[in-house]
């Protein structure tokens, strides 16, 4: 079955991660530009961040026959410092140019906090002028009021919902963005979030419209192969195979083609892979040969 993989920092993953993502039918990957752990003290860091979202980045999973698309945004957990959030926004607004960026995020709230709504408001505001969809992070403080905020900015800046992709859903947020014409999306995690199991019971339960699941594999304790894992839980369930790969290709590419710069066609040239080929001369081989 073809995936595509929604929400993961590949920035934070290994040539032996995209490697294995191949092998388990991974063939495009939507990477939101986020926080890296550790705060940035320089808006100069954020544009080398950015440069190798839309540089480095998409040659590396090519070098493994996946497709890597970005959305451009200021997270909020750094939006609160005011050494680099300002700058950053500038640089957004440039970059949600650039070749593969699909949308604006993610965005959204972290701890709730003035300088967060403004940041998260000016980017709404910027995805609606440049005709782009927006991806919310949802705080993993305060889960369900931060949904109900989003959803309150979402009707206050006139954004169309259904260029909304609310993230990090769990069984206590769904029912309130299945109230709107929002998609939502829901984080497989090895301990936390949710898992494969509680996955099936959610589209048990609200089916599997405007749906998506994604890993959010970073930096911390992840797993890049979470998706094809609950497509295992699916099927195990008796989920039909329609279904399934409507959460895990249709799904997730019918959202993003509204940005208009991807569309199902671009997994259908059968490109092969040339490991000779460079990014500003570096390679994925590190002195082996091809």
């Not at 079955?1 to 991974?26: K, N």
């Not at 995020?105 to 709404?124: A, K, N, S, Y």
């Not at 947020?173 to 936390?192: H, M, Q, R």
């Not at 892979?273 to 990014?279: L, T």
Request: charged share 30%; net charge negative.
């Amino acid at each position: 079955m073809r995936i595509f993989e929604p929400h993961i920092h590949m920035f934070s993953r290994t040539t032996d991660d995209y490697e294995r993502m191949a092998l388990a039918g991974i063939k495009g990957v939507l990477e939101p530009a986020f926080w890296l752990g550790q705060p940035r003290t320089t808006v100069g860091a954020f544009k080398d961040y950015y440069d190798t979202l839309v540089g480095w980045e998409r040659f590396r999973a090519k070098q493994f026959g996946i497709r890597h698309y970005c959305t451009m945004g200021l997270n909020p957990k750094e939006a609160n410092d005011d050494r680099v959030n300002d700058g950053a926004l500038a640089l957004v607004r440039e970059y949600v140019h650039h070749e593969g960026v699909l949308g604006v995020g993610e965005i959204g709230f972290d701890d709730m906090t003035e300088r967060e709504e403004r940041v998260f408001r000016t980017q709404i505001e910027l995805a609606i002028e440049v005709k782009l969809p927006i991806l919310i992070h949802t705080s993993h403080r305060d889960k369900k009021g931060s949904v109900v905020r989003s959803l309150e900015l979402v009707k206050e800046t006139g954004i169309d919902p259904s260029h909304v992709l609310m993230d990090h859903n769990n069984e206590e947020t769904i029912a309130l963005v299945k109230e709107t014409d929002c998609w939502a999306g829901f984080s497989i995690y090895p301990n936390t979030k949710m898992d494969p199991d509680r996955m099936v019971e959610v589209f048990r339960r609200w089916g599997t419209d405007k749906m998506l699941i994604n890993s959010a594999a970073d930096w911390g304790v992840s797993d890049p192969l979470l998706v094809p894992k609950t497509v295992m839980a699916m099927r195990k369930a008796g989920m039909e195979e329609d279904e399934i790969e409507k959460v895990v290709w249709r799904n997730p590419i019918t959202f993003f083609a509204q940005s208009g710069r991807i569309a199902f066609s671009d997994f259908e040239d059968g490109e092969g892979i040339d490991r000779r080929q460079v990014h500003e001369g570096n390679s994925v081989l590190r002195g082996q040969k091809p």
